[in-house]
């Protein structure tokens, strides 16, 4: 099949997934479902409402919704996989372990902090690093913010590598293969069984690989262009101060960032028969050949149930 082909768009709906520990969640409309293969082997299934921040038209609008969005899908994500942790570890008290809205928060504000840290702080110093050593301009300069953009390349694409021999992240990202090939048997109109999945794609264009990507691509070009603009109205003197600032500045950024970059994503995924969206999407489809793995059919199995369930919650 072609993997860069036009989504079909003869789907009952439209569905997304993300891989959690042992298994697989699926989310159809308003539902999300997790099934995990427990540790005899059989599959257990769990039905939610999907918790979403965008009840408000406003919200909805185009240019607005990305942030929002990207928020409620590290909700529902973390509770997954708070929830995949507690059944693949046989908790006997399958309550007892439920975050609470305070863990919730800061789970949320730790996993934000760390990944701006990663892919915003960092480069910003190894770039002045590379300012003080006379391999890049002032921060007002191309060169700085070239520099910055490869850092975060690199420091992105080194984190997943890295992972990827962790044996249990290796699990993951096979989960992750069987979450695509079963979502493209599902637009495609075909049987849900491990047979009808297993030859298909793990690649998928609207994956969230490609989004961090998107983020990524677009936070370069913003940054490059704003912050120079920015510092024309207020530059402070000293050192550091002027650092800090800009740091601010492109943490704050990310809120605009994470919009524009959901939209592209809707617009490659939606249009990806056209030439200009298959270039789009083919950094991110390269990319997932690092976060996805070839599943097994028992793990086909438990994405299927997850999807099933996420369609049909009434017969789960």
């Known amino acids: 099949m072609n993997i860069l082909g036009l989504l079909a768009l003869a789907a009952p709906q439209a569905v997304g997934g993300q891989a959690v520990i042992e298994g697989v969640m699926m989310r159809a409309r308003n539902t999300l479902a997790i099934a995990i293969r427990k540790s005899d082997g059989t599959i257990t299934t769990e039905v939610r409402p999907w918790f979403t921040l965008v009840r408000h038209p ?23 996989l708070n929830y995949s942790a507690m059944q693949a570890a046989d908790d006997d008290d399958e309550d007892g372990g439920e975050l609470t809205t305070w863990h919730l928060v800061l789970t949320m504000v730790l996993a934000l902090g760390a990944a701006l840290g990663l892919f915003v702080v960092l ?21 700085f913010h070239l520099w910055d953009g490869v850092i975060k390349m690199v420091i992105f694409v080194g984190y997943i590598l890295a992972i990827s021999y962790i044996p249990d992240i290796r699990r993951v990202f096979q989960y992750h293969g069987a979450e695509h ?34 983020v990524l691509a677009v936070s370069i070009l ?18 550091v101060s002027k650092h800090l600032y800009i740091v601010g500045m492109k943490l704050f950024l990310m809120i605009p960032v994470s919009c524009v970059a959901y939209e592209m994503i809707k617009f ?7 030439s ?22 028992s793990q086909i199995e438990v994405a299927i149930a997850a999807l099933r369930c996420a369609v049909n919650a009434e017969e789960c």
Not at 280 to 295: D, I, R
């Open 58 to 80: 406003w919200l909805k609008k185009p240019f607005l919704r990305g942030f929002p969005v990207l928020m409620e899908t590290m909700v529902n994500g973390i509770k997954a």
């Open 123 to 143: 480069p910003h110093f190894l770039s002045v690093g590379m300012e003080y050593m006379g391999l890049a301009g002032d921060v007002d300069s191309l060169s």
């Open 181 to 214: 090939k079963v979502i493209w048997a599902w637009e495609e109109g075909g049987d849900l069984s491990p047979a009808s999945s297993r030859f298909r794609s793990r690649l998928h264009p609207r994956c969230g690989t490609a989004f961090l990507l998107f």
């Open 222 to 239: 913003l940054y490059t262009v704003l912050v120079p603009y920015l510092l024309t109205f207020y530059s402070p003197e000293h050192f």
């Open 268 to 274: 490659a995924g939606k249009y990806s028969g056209n």
């Open 276 to 297: 200009v969206c298959r270039m789009m999407c083919w950094p991110g489809m390269m990319m997932q050949l690092l976060t996805t793995k070839e599943p097994d059919d």
